[in-house]
Nanobody
Protein backbone atom coordinates (compact mmCIF):
# COMPACT_ATOMS: atom_id res chain seq x y z
CA UNK A 1 0.00 0.00 0.00
CA UNK A 2 1.38 3.38 -1.03
CA UNK A 3 0.66 6.39 1.14
CA UNK A 4 1.37 10.06 0.59
CA UNK A 5 1.32 12.33 3.61
CA UNK A 6 1.39 16.08 3.06
CA UNK A 7 2.19 18.86 5.47
CA UNK A 8 3.05 22.54 5.53
CA UNK A 9 -0.14 24.26 4.43
CA UNK A 10 -1.63 27.19 6.28
CA UNK A 11 -2.66 30.82 6.22
CA UNK A 12 -0.21 33.45 5.01
CA UNK A 13 -0.38 37.06 3.88
CA UNK A 14 0.23 38.01 0.28
CA UNK A 15 3.94 38.21 -0.41
CA UNK A 16 4.71 35.57 2.18
CA UNK A 17 6.15 32.08 1.86
CA UNK A 18 5.20 28.51 2.66
CA UNK A 19 6.92 25.19 2.18
CA UNK A 20 4.86 22.10 1.51
CA UNK A 21 6.19 18.59 2.09
CA UNK A 22 4.92 15.22 0.93
CA UNK A 23 6.37 11.93 2.04
CA UNK A 24 5.54 8.84 -0.01
CA UNK A 25 5.90 5.42 1.56
CA UNK A 26 5.25 1.86 0.51
CA UNK A 27 6.32 -0.33 -2.36
CA UNK A 28 7.39 2.39 -4.80
CA UNK A 29 9.52 2.00 -7.89
CA UNK A 30 12.89 3.74 -7.73
CA UNK A 31 12.02 5.41 -11.01
CA UNK A 32 9.04 7.65 -10.37
CA UNK A 33 7.63 11.10 -10.90
CA UNK A 34 6.24 13.23 -8.08
CA UNK A 35 4.07 16.26 -8.65
CA UNK A 36 2.03 18.93 -6.99
CA UNK A 37 -1.44 19.86 -8.16
CA UNK A 38 -3.88 22.37 -6.74
CA UNK A 39 -7.61 22.94 -6.76
CA UNK A 40 -9.21 26.26 -5.97
CA UNK A 41 -12.88 26.50 -4.95
CA UNK A 42 -15.15 26.07 -7.96
CA UNK A 43 -12.25 25.23 -10.27
CA UNK A 44 -10.75 22.08 -11.70
CA UNK A 45 -7.60 20.58 -10.31
CA UNK A 46 -4.54 21.96 -12.11
CA UNK A 47 -0.95 20.84 -12.38
CA UNK A 48 1.62 22.98 -10.59
CA UNK A 49 5.01 21.27 -10.81
CA UNK A 50 6.75 17.93 -11.36
CA UNK A 51 10.10 16.44 -10.42
CA UNK A 52 11.48 13.10 -11.55
CA UNK A 53 13.46 10.67 -9.43
CA UNK A 54 16.48 11.95 -11.35
CA UNK A 55 15.82 15.50 -10.22
CA UNK A 56 14.51 17.01 -13.45
CA UNK A 57 11.88 19.62 -12.57
CA UNK A 58 9.23 21.58 -14.41
CA UNK A 59 6.72 24.20 -13.30
CA UNK A 60 3.58 25.71 -14.76
CA UNK A 61 4.22 29.19 -16.15
CA UNK A 62 1.94 30.79 -13.54
CA UNK A 63 4.33 29.88 -10.73
CA UNK A 64 7.73 30.01 -12.43
CA UNK A 65 10.10 32.21 -10.51
CA UNK A 66 7.97 31.96 -7.37
CA UNK A 67 7.58 28.23 -6.64
CA UNK A 68 10.30 25.59 -6.62
CA UNK A 69 9.74 21.85 -6.52
CA UNK A 70 12.47 19.60 -5.20
CA UNK A 71 12.91 16.21 -3.60
CA UNK A 72 15.10 14.78 -0.92
CA UNK A 73 18.38 13.15 -1.92
CA UNK A 74 19.06 11.12 1.20
CA UNK A 75 18.12 7.46 1.27
CA UNK A 76 15.21 8.08 3.63
CA UNK A 77 13.96 11.19 1.83
CA UNK A 78 14.30 10.23 -1.82
CA UNK A 79 10.52 9.89 -2.08
CA UNK A 80 9.79 13.12 -0.26
CA UNK A 81 8.86 16.06 -2.43
CA UNK A 82 8.83 19.71 -1.42
CA UNK A 83 7.21 22.79 -2.84
CA UNK A 84 8.79 26.06 -1.78
CA UNK A 85 6.28 28.83 -2.45
CA UNK A 86 7.47 32.44 -2.33
CA UNK A 87 5.78 35.72 -3.21
CA UNK A 88 2.41 34.12 -2.64
CA UNK A 89 -0.68 35.75 -4.13
CA UNK A 90 -4.34 35.44 -3.12
CA UNK A 91 -4.94 33.55 -6.36
CA UNK A 92 -2.61 30.81 -5.08
CA UNK A 93 -5.26 29.93 -2.51
CA UNK A 94 -6.21 26.29 -3.06
CA UNK A 95 -5.98 22.79 -1.72
CA UNK A 96 -2.60 21.44 -2.80
CA UNK A 97 -2.31 17.74 -3.61
CA UNK A 98 0.77 15.58 -3.89
CA UNK A 99 0.86 12.90 -6.60
CA UNK A 100 3.20 10.07 -7.50
CA UNK A 101 3.32 7.98 -10.68
CA UNK A 102 5.48 5.02 -11.56
CA UNK A 103 5.42 2.00 -13.83
CA UNK A 104 4.80 -1.49 -12.56
CA UNK A 105 4.26 -4.89 -14.15
CA UNK A 106 0.55 -4.15 -13.81
CA UNK A 107 0.79 -0.83 -15.59
CA UNK A 108 1.06 2.75 -14.44
CA UNK A 109 0.39 3.40 -10.77
CA UNK A 110 -1.01 6.71 -9.57
CA UNK A 111 -1.48 7.77 -5.95
CA UNK A 112 -2.68 11.01 -4.38
CA UNK A 113 -2.25 12.63 -1.02
CA UNK A 114 -5.15 13.88 1.04
CA UNK A 115 -4.46 17.53 0.25
CA UNK A 116 -3.30 20.46 2.32
CA UNK A 117 -5.02 23.85 2.38
CA UNK A 118 -3.08 26.97 1.44
CA UNK A 119 -4.83 30.27 2.04
CA UNK A 120 -3.27 33.57 1.01
CA UNK A 121 -4.89 36.70 2.36
CA UNK A 122 -4.74 40.02 0.54
Amino acid sequence: QVQLVESGGGLVQAGGSLRLSCAASGDISESNVMSWYRQAPGKEREWVATVTSGGAANHVDLVKGRFTISRGNAKNTKNTVYLQMNSLKPEDTAVYYCHIRYASIYGARDYWGQGTQVTVSA
